[in-house]
């Protein structure tokens, strides 16, 4: 085997294994190479949780409305009370909702006390059940519109990077199979070992001498 053919099948199989790493790992393994070149771009996405829902909260009560939500992913919501009066509203996880259910001491992750028109964000540290609590302490009864929208920061890879691994097995399958063909080609023999054709009689001789070996005849 050449020296240029193995160099040639080395590096198509090392290519076979980074293409297949690659495509085991997803697109997303390049994104911090693709980011720092430009080959990716960034877009944000809104997408529905929860309608405009319209609530009528009891005088001296409360109702709510829970949502699983995924941790990590910023959530943006909407409340207004119709009839300009205020009401209390209140953002907790399932577990504090229990202990807040049951008068006991609990954790709020969001608190107005005093929302009339009312535009919040936050951002869940893990995923779950949330819980979203309307509480009337009036003595007349509340009609709320409330709603919910995830937001997310994604990341889009040019297609030249989203489809990379594939395009370096390729390569790495090429430059294999091309250094594996070159090998089969034979190797250069030296004429003397072929032999020679006498230009007088045709007898074939080997050697480099200048006399046919069977007739004697300069080829000269």
Known sequence: MSTTRRKILTIGLILIVAGAFT????????SPIAQSVGFASHVQTVNLILPPTLLAVPSSNYTFLFSDL?????VQGALEVTDGREIAFYVM???NFSLWRAGRP????LAR??????????????????FFVFDNQDTSRRV??????????LTVLNPIVEFAGYEIFLVGFILSLFGISTGKKGETIPAEALGWKCRFCGAVNTGDQTFC????????
Not at 23 to 30: H, K, R, V, Y
Not at 144 to 153: D, H, K, P
């Open 106 to 109: 609990s954790a709020i992750i």
């Open 70 to 74: 995924r941790g990590d992913v910023q």
């Open 93 to 95: 996880d399932e577990g």
């Open 144 to 153: 709320v519109i409330f709603s919910l929208n995830a937001v997310e920061n």
């Open 113 to 130: 006390p005093t929302a009339i028109s009312y535009n919040f964000t936050f951002t869940p540290t893990t995923s779950g059940t949330y």
């Open 213 to 220: 070996e069977h007739c004697g005849r300069s080829q000269r």
């Open 23 to 30: 495509i085991e790992q997803g697109p997303q393994f390049l």
